[in-house]
């Protein structure tokens, strides 16, 4: 087995770990098809197209993480992860911000996954709005996901409260977006180059091209 073969192997086997985990026994069944959807569409369109496109190792494993943080979010609902129920009890917050990470995430790992694939797809790699139009469409993927929990709120009454998540906080869909923007922005900034060299060993960017705002 080559290094490929043993890297998709682990990270399959990872996320089917940490999905089947989710998905025993959770907080609320339908909370938790809603939560983890996201993450078992992205496999599903990942495995579709593997032979065709193939993304750089920052972008798989990052789409990991985030995968990760949906299902637990899933299992247990956004508002309830113990783990945050201690840091809000020890440091006296007023909620429990797992939620809050996770919209950062949302903003942070689409970054890198459509930095990807407008570099590759469209003549953008040299452009100096490459940055300004990834950031506008992880704010609009953002956007896109409060309204699908908009929806499925008013589909279904009982599952609304866990689904979003507000925690009692009437500016919570601002805030969302507002971190994801945030985690986008700093996506764009810390990991550019990085993305850059991954890129350029597959031989899809030239190396040292300046191919963002981070790097002017």
């Known amino acids: 087995m080559n290094a490929e073969k043993k890297l998709i192997v682990a990270w399959l086997t990872v996320f089917a770990a940490v999905l089947f985990w989710s998905g025993y026994q959770p907080y609320d ?16 369109l990942l495995a579709v197209t593997y032979k065709r496109f193939k993304f750089t190792g920052l972008a798989y494993w990052l789409i990991l993480i985030f995968s990760i943080v949906l299902m637990i979010g899933g299992h247990y609902t956004y508002a309830r992860v113990p783990l945050f129920n201690w840091v809000k009890e020890v440091f006296d917050l007023s909620r429990n911000h797992y939620d809050r990470m996770g919209h950062i995430l949302q903003g942070f790992v689409p970054a890198i996954v459509t930095r990807e694939l407008l ?31 908009w929806c499925a709120a008013l589909v279904n009454d009982t599952a609304a ?53 981070a790097e002017k």
């Not at 809603?34 to 993450?39: C, H, K, R």
């Not at 609009?140 to 409060?146: K, L, P, Q, T």
């Open 161 to 213: 409260e866990a689904f979003l998540g507000t925690q009692g906080d009437v500016w919570d869909t601002q805030a969302d977006m507002a971190l994801a923007l945030a985690g986008a922005i700093t996506a764009m900034l810390i990991l550019s180059k990085t993305h850059d060299r991954q890129l350029a060993m597959k031989g899809h960017l030239q190396k040292n091209t300046p191919n963002n705002f």
């Open 119 to 149: 570099i590759r797809t469209s003549p953008l790699a040299k452009s100096k709005w490459l940055f300004f139009i990834v950031v506008s469409i992880c704010l609009a993927i953002s956007a896109s996901y409060e309204l699908v929990e």
């Open 29 to 44: 069944y339908l909370t938790w098809v809603l939560e983890v959807a996201p993450a078992v569409i992205g496999l599903f």
